[in-house]
């Protein structure tokens, strides 16, 4: 059974933070910074996403294992390679968009101070990215959150959607429901960091599905609350668009062409090729776990806020891959390999985005 969690809205200032209950999908939020700025128009937006790979502060946070980021630590965690992590993130998110992406999904990011401490690099600073983030359950501390221009995203509402884990103790990530407006029209962005498949692809199925289930009875939610919305659905999903999770459960079609309403299309199921093209390598095979999946209405012709077609992309410039001769050199380069810091490293994902344009 679903359990929602009722949760706090959270939105950082860079070093300021407001906060009140979160909202309902049709209801009024409690007064923020970003109410008062005027609605967005007659623009495109750069909607992205990226699992950061363990963006992990030096501090021990007795209710989550984060042992493997201290400094007593194999890989000797401390401030100084944090503040290069920070740096290398910034770097490659200020190469999305014009100077960072205007919406942007993150996965395994610690706590929100480090969301905060990230949106305060030099290189992404000047969009003043403020913060929705909820402190998940997982056991091993990593969260979900979404950071915003907002100049180009009126904050309304944020809701944390728990997923139950069948047959099991384990606690894993919220599926984040973030609401607001841009471009005049309502959208509401949905960041998951599905279950891993560290136990195996086919054992631990069950409980991506579990989570994929728990992301649609989100969109259902926001649906039946609000049905002129549009919804992006963002994240590491670790399954690939083929698999039952994506096609089966959320039912999200890899072709725009005649989609039924209320349907959902993956704008990222092309860009896959498991020789070849994916976020991410694994024995030598491409997977493609980091999407984005929209709703039919952003496809409409003439609507006020649309996608722009061809538009999704895998974000692998040179500097984020390994480079040089060997097997691996088009992967991504990461910042732990083999147990040890890389200086030049940023996550073992690419970033993937989309734009939008508005009318």
Same mark, same amino acid.
């Given at each position: 059974?679903?359990?929602?969690?009722?949760?706090?809205?959270?939105?950082?200032?860079?070093?300021?933070?407001?906060?009140?209950?979160?909202?309902?999908?049709?209801?009024?939020?409690? !007064?923020? *910074?970003?109410? =008062?700025?005027?609605?967005? &128009?007659?623009?495109? /937006?750069? %909607? #992205?996403?990226?699992?950061? +790979?363990?963006?992990?502060?030096?501090?021990?946070?007795?209710?989550?294992?984060?042992?493997?980021?201290?400094?007593?630590?194999?890989?000797?965690?401390?401030?100084?390679?944090?503040?290069?992590?920070?740096?290398?993130? !910034?770097? *490659?998110?200020? =190469?999305?968009?014009?100077? &960072?992406?205007?919406? /942007?999904? %993150? #996965?395994?990011?610690?706590? +929100?101070?480090?969301?905060?401490?990230?949106?305060?690099?030099?290189?992404?600073?000047?969009?003043?990215?403020?913060?929705?983030?909820?402190?998940?359950?997982?056991?091993?501390?990593?969260?979900?959150?979404?950071?915003?221009?907002? *100049?180009?995203?009126?904050?309304?509402?944020?809701?944390?959607?728990?997923?139950?884990?069948?047959?099991?103790?384990?606690?894993?990530?919220?599926?984040?429901?973030?609401?607001?407006?841009?471009?005049?029209?309502?959208?509401?962005?949905?960041?998951?960091?599905?279950?891993?498949?560290?136990?195996?692809?086919?054992?631990?199925?069950?409980?991506?599905? *579990?989570?994929?289930?728990?992301?649609?009875?989100?969109?259902?939610?926001?649906?039946?609350?609000?049905?002129?919305?549009?919804?992006?659905?963002?994240?590491?999903?670790?399954?690939?668009?083929?698999?039952?999770?994506?096609?089966?459960?959320?039912?999200?079609?890899?072709?725009?062409?005649?989609?039924?309403?209320?349907?959902?299309?993956?704008?990222?199921?092309?860009?896959?090729?498991?020789?070849?093209?994916?976020?991410?390598?694994?024995?030598?095979?491409?997977?493609?776990?980091?999407?984005?999946?929209?709703?039919?209405?952003?496809?409409?012709?003439?609507?006020?806020?649309?996608?722009?077609?061809?538009?999704?992309?895998?974000?692998?410039?040179?500097?984020?891959?390994?480079?040089?001769?060997?097997?691996?050199?088009?992967?991504?380069?990461?910042?732990?390999?083999?147990?040890?810091?890389?200086?030049?490293?940023?996550?073992?994902?690419?970033?993937?985005?989309?734009?939008?344009?508005?009318?």
């Amino acid at each position: 059974m679903l359990r929602l969690l009722h949760t706090f809205l959270s939105l950082p200032i860079l070093l300021a933070c407001s906060s009140g209950p979160a909202q309902a999908p049709g209801q009024q939020p409690a !007064a923020s *910074a970003s109410r =008062s700025l005027p609605d967005p &128009g007659g623009q495109e /937006l750069t %909607v #992205a996403f990226y699992n950061i +790979e363990n963006l992990f502060d030096t501090q021990d946070d007795p209710k989550t294992d984060d042992a493997e980021w201290l400094p007593g630590s194999e890989v000797k965690w401390d401030d100084a390679k944090y503040r290069i992590k920070l740096s290398r993130m !910034a770097e *490659a998110i200020a =190469s999305i968009g014009s100077g &960072g992406p205007d919406l /942007l999904g %993150v #996965a395994e990011a610690e706590n +929100e101070a480090v969301l905060r401490d990230l949106a305060a690099q030099p290189a992404i600073a000047a969009r003043k990215y403020q913060v929705a983030h909820v402190e998940s359950e997982d056991e091993r501390g990593i969260d979900v959150a979404l950071l915003y221009d907002p *100049a180009k995203f009126r904050f309304e509402s944020l809701k944390a959607y728990q997923v139950d884990l069948p047959g099991e103790d384990d606690r894993t990530r919220p599926v984040l429901a973030v609401g607001g407006k841009a471009g005049g029209e309502w959208l509401y962005v949905l960041v998951n960091h599905w279950p891993s498949r560290s136990e195996g692809q086919q054992e631990s199925e069950p409980n991506r599905l *579990a989570a994929a289930r728990t992301a649609l009875q989100a969109v259902s939610e926001i649906r039946s609350q609000r049905k002129d919305a549009h919804v992006i659905l963002m994240g590491d999903f670790n399954d690939d668009p083929h698999n039952a999770s994506i096609a089966e459960v959320l039912g999200a079609r890899s072709a725009p062409a005649q989609l039924p309403a209320g349907s959902l299309f993956n704008c990222m199921a092309a860009l896959h090729n498991p020789e070849s093209a994916g976020t991410l390598t694994y024995q030598g095979k491409w997977n493609l776990f980091d999407q984005i999946i929209i709703s039919e209405s952003l496809l409409r012709p003439g609507a006020k806020l649309q996608y722009v077609s061809g538009s999704a992309a895998i974000h692998n410039p040179e500097f984020l891959q390994v480079g040089g001769d060997g097997r691996s050199k088009d992967a991504p380069r990461r910042a732990i390999y083999r147990g040890e810091f890389q200086d030049r490293g940023y996550s073992d994902h690419f970033p993937v985005y989309i734009r939008l344009s508005t009318r």
